[in-house]
């Protein structure tokens, strides 16, 4: 079963930039949407960003205009640039599959991210 490992994650003031890494373990080129999600502490996880194989992508009101979500399917690597970040962008970031047609991957451990001051 693909496998995922986020990295890039860390403290950051408000109003700062990060750029989290998400590396498969298999070929993603197969994958027809993946998903950046990140979980808050009490709240469910969300789906933040999404980009097709052939790199179409959308995002959730909350990170629009903020984040851009890419994909190198010749790395196996999908990355999840934020920029503006606002305390309430505190969360762990995963990454997964985001296809209607494909079940989700295991969970890998995500890469927390922390906005404050």
């Known amino acids: 079963q693909m496998q995922f490992v986020e990295s890039g994650g860390g403290l950051v003031q408000p109003g700062g930039s990060l750029r989290l890494s998400c590396v498969a373990s298999g070929n993603i080129f197969s994958i027809p949407v993946m998903g950046w999600y990140r979980q808050a502490p009490g709240k469910q996880r969300e789906l933040v960003a999404d980009?097709?194989?052939?790199?179409?992508?959308n995002y959730s009101n909350a990170v629009k205009g903020r984040f851009i979500i890419t994909r190198d399917n010749s790395k196996n690597t999908v990355y999840l640039r934020m920029n503006n970040l606002k305390p309430e962008d505190t969360a762990v970031y995963y990454c997964n599959v985001a296809a209607t047609s494909m079940p989700e991957a295991g969970w890998g451990q995500g890469a927390q991210v922390t906005v404050s001051s």
């Open positions: 980009i097709s194989r052939g790199h179409l992508t």
